[in-house]
């Protein structure tokens, strides 16, 4: 079992900038991809950004492209997302997304809200 800690989240103007961050709570040394999703109200949960435990591959959401960064720290097992020019419609919960690739199983944070205001 492993629990993700994620941070960061809170109230922002649009145009404004947050950082995330997703901690796993023990070292990972299975292949695995760290990411984030969101969910505003009445939506599907949407992947926002990816990256694998090599850093080597990342992913991100058509809407987010060129304003998101995702990186990632194996040395404190954390995944830090970087949001620019954030929009209003970027609002939503933010929730961390640890999958074991070989295993194929998933972990989740308990989330953390993102609101952007006009």
């Known amino acids: 079992q492993v629990q993700l800690v994620e941070s960061g989240g809170g109230l922002v103007q649009a145009g404004g900038s947050l950082r995330l961050s997703c901690t796993a709570d023990r070292n990972i040394f299975s292949p695995n991809v760290m990411g984030w999703y969101r969910q505003a109200p009445g939506r599907q949960r949407e992947l926002v950004a990816s990256?694998?435990?090599?850093?080597?591959?990342?992913n991100y959401a058509d809407s987010v492209k060129g304003r998101f960064t995702i990186s990632r720290d194996n040395t404190k097992n954390t995944v830090y997302p970087q949001m620019n020019s954030l929009k209003p419609e970027d609002t939503a919960v933010y929730l961390c997304n640890l999958r074991f690739v070989l295993r194929n199983t998933d972990y989740w944070g308990q989330g953390t809200q993102v609101t952007v205001s006009q």
């Open positions: 990256i694998t435990s090599g850093a080597s591959t990342t």
